[in-house]
């Protein structure tokens, strides 16, 4: 099925590019991307035009293709009857990479390195309204299609070979890296890694705590002992990225960081935010006097850290999960110079987040209870993490984090799902509160 040998993938391109090009342009591009549900997908104009491809079988490939807009697109799709699709679970596609060997194989400008393998079959959708698309393999392996073509540089990849050096018992473990070669740098096209059975994500496990500490089937303690395992394992996490490459944050970099938050926050009130403009002033001036206190600690980071990222089995083992960075992120920053505040400045937010969905669910008629939820957990996330990670905590500096994390929420909801602006919008003023 594969052109294994390199030197047939120009022939077998050769033998159908022109069908393919002819139906790239003729296609609806919408169509080609992952389809959302209830939320807004990437915007890609018409019409496309076909940049390479790697073939799969005969009727599949992977497509780099560019819009009218000259933003690249990498497509997993199907040519049938002269017209292309999205390759769908079922199709085959994903599995055909899956089943690669073990080893490096150069396929004309495309490089599938593969870490492990398993002979596993059959394929499924994740069954998750998703950004990227995520299909399982056999029920042992994720495959996620990246369709933003991005430089691997700054993608998951340096930072799950730092975590995979160090054997981390929460890391799914790696199987594969697709990649596209273009004027000398690498993108990152698709990456698989172990699917967890039977796990789900802390929207689903995090909110099932507070809702049984509500009904009264978990005490206090028992709903906020989630913060332990957050801390424990934000702490190995950051231990093995700083055991790769480390730096202490200067001035220069405070003034970037509040840079970078003005910009979040003119975007997240570019839209007649009424919580922004209420705070806008108060957010300027803790900006504006954001300095440091005590060493700042710069590695590679998560990047896009929330109780989303964490699966739990149902035997409570955890894992983490998407290291493909925050989603309306500037992804040209030094990955190994991000600082490790942001990571746990947005992991505490999240905390606040899940109690404003359970907040909203119960008719806002739970608010103290909630709050004590709040402050127990994160409390307790922050004095894990301070005790196992040689990091000092600097509450000033991760306010910065904080009210930037709150603005992106904003900017997420804008982009991609408006139905999640309540969240940011009560976080925000809780975040507002604490500082009166
Ligand atoms: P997104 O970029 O859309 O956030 P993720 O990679 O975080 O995508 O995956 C979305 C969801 O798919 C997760 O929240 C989780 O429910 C499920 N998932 C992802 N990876 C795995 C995995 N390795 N094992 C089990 N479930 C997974
Ligand atoms: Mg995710």
Redesign the pocket.
């Known amino acids: 099925m594969w052109p294994v040998n390199t030197e047939k993938t120009p022939k077998l391109l050769h033998m159908t590019n022109q069908d393919w090009e002819i139906a790239l342009t003729q296609a609806n591009p919408t169509d080609l991307l992952p389809q959302r549900v209830g939320a807004i997908p990437y915007s890609i104009q018409a019409p496309l035009t076909l940049i390479d491809s790697l073939p799969i079988a005969s009727d599949s490939r992977i497509c780099i293709v560019v819009d009218s807009s000259g933003k690249y697109f990498s497509l997993p799709l199907l040519l049938r009857n002269g017209r292309v699709k999205r390759a769908e679970p079922g199709e085959g596609l994903a599995q055909a990479i899956s089943d690669f060997p073990i080893g490096i194989h150069y396929l004309g400008n495309f490089t599938l390195s593969v870490k492990n393998q398993k002979n596993v079959s059959g394929e499924r959708s994740?069954g998750?309204d998703?950004?990227?698309e995520?299909i399982v393999v056999g029920e042992e392996i994720?495959v996620?299609y990246f369709s933003q073509v991005t430089d691997s540089t700054f993608t998951s990849l340096p930072k799950i070979e730092a975590l995979d050096n160090a054997h981390l018992p929460f890391i799914?473990k790696s199987f594969l890296n697709l990649e596209w070669r273009d004027s000398g740098s690498h993108f990152l096209l698709a990456q698989a890694?172990?699917?967890?059975?039977g796990?789900?994500?802390g929207?689903t496990w995090a909110i099932q705590d507070v809702q049984e500490f509500l009904d009264g089937h978990q005490t206090l303690d028992q709903a906020a002992q989630c913060g332990v395992v957050l801390g424990e394992i934000l702490a190995g996490m950051h231990l093995a990225f700083t055991a790769c490459s480390s730096s202490i944050a200067t001035d220069f970099d405070v003034a970037q960081w509040v840079e970078l938050s003005l910009r979040d926050l003119d975007l997240a009130g570019s839209d007649h935010n009424e919580t922004i403009n209420l705070y806008r002033s108060k957010i300027e001036s803790i900006l504006a006097s954001a300095h440091l206190d005590s060493p700042q600690r710069l590695s590679f980071t998560h990047g896009d850290l929330h109780v989303?990222?964490f699966?739990r089995t149902p035997e409570g083992k955890y894992?983490v999960?998407?290291f493909?960075g925050n989603?309306v992120a500037d992804p040209s920053e030094a990955p190994n110079r991000q600082p490790l505040l942001q990571d746990l400045s947005s992991l505490i937010q999240s905390i606040d987040h899940v109690a404003r969905v359970v907040d909203k669910r119960r008719n806002y008629s739970r608010a103290q209870d909630l709050q004590k939820w709040i402050t127990s957990t994160q409390r307790l996330l922050m004095s894990t993490y301070k005790g196992l990670c040689d990091q000092d905590v600097d509450s000033q500096l991760m306010k910065i984090f904080q009210i930037q994390q709150e603005c992106r929420e904003f900017i997420y909801a804008q982009k991609h799902l408006p139905v999640w602006r309540y969240v940011p919008e009560a976080a925000m003023a809780a975040l507002m509160k604490e500082n009166e």
């Open positions: 994740m998750v998703q950004t990227e995520s994720v996620k799914p890694s172990a699917y967890i059975p796990a789900v994500d929207w989303g990222q699966l894992f999960i998407d493909d989603p």
